[in-house]
């Protein structure tokens, strides 16, 4: 007699292993069920299937589960890494539509068009960091009382006694 409790044990499921399985069981289940429901109606016109209920919610929550992890940049690495993807641009044109005579040219057209956006998107992506760093400076400024700038309201009041039109975050 061989005793198989020890390789058993070892290989028991776990109380998730099970709700897991559980679940990706009850979605296969409601896409046979949806896969037999269009071929009823597709070949019979109707259909007295009834669609069975689908976890959503745990079937999303063990997709975030299996998730890689992502990596998480420090403030110096994020800094750098956002740097490298502005681009220094002193004028932005597009070209405007001229005749082309091929179905290539307009093509061409379209990609260099979309390269132009793209880096519409990266300078002002770029003026907006500078632009949050202004803020902050002035947030600051405005919130450390050894500045003593003079000024008595709040940060918020101070962005409308200024008219610089920006709501406060939260």
């Known amino acids: 007699m061989t005793s198989d409790s020890n390789t058993s044990n070892s290989q028991t499921p776990s109380a998730n292993e099970i709700h897991n399985t559980e679940i990706l069981t009850q979605c296969d289940h409601y896409a046979e069920t949806i896969l037999k429901i269009t071929c009823d109606i597709r070949n019979q016109g109707f259909t007295s299937r009834v669609i069975p209920d689908f976890p959503k919610t745990s079937l999303l929550a063990m997709m975030e589960d299996t998730k890689k992890p992502r990596n998480v940049l420090t403030r110096e690495e994020l800094h750098n890494y956002l740097y490298s993807k502005l681009i220094n641009l002193d004028t932005l044109t597009m070209p405007t539509p001229e005749a082309f005579t091929t179905l290539a040219n307009i093509v061409n057209k379209f990609h260099e068009g979309l390269r132009i956006l793209k880096n519409a998107d990266a300078k002002v992506f770029g003026c907006s960091l500078v632009?949050?760093?202004?803020?902050?400076?002035?947030?600051?400024?405005?919130?450390?009382p050894s500045k003593k700038s003079g000024y008595r309201n709040n940060w918020k009041q101070w962005l409308s006694d200024n008219n610089i039109c920006i709501k406060q975050g939260r």
């Open 131 to 144: 632009y949050g760093q202004w803020l902050q400076m002035s947030f600051e400024y405005i919130n450390n």
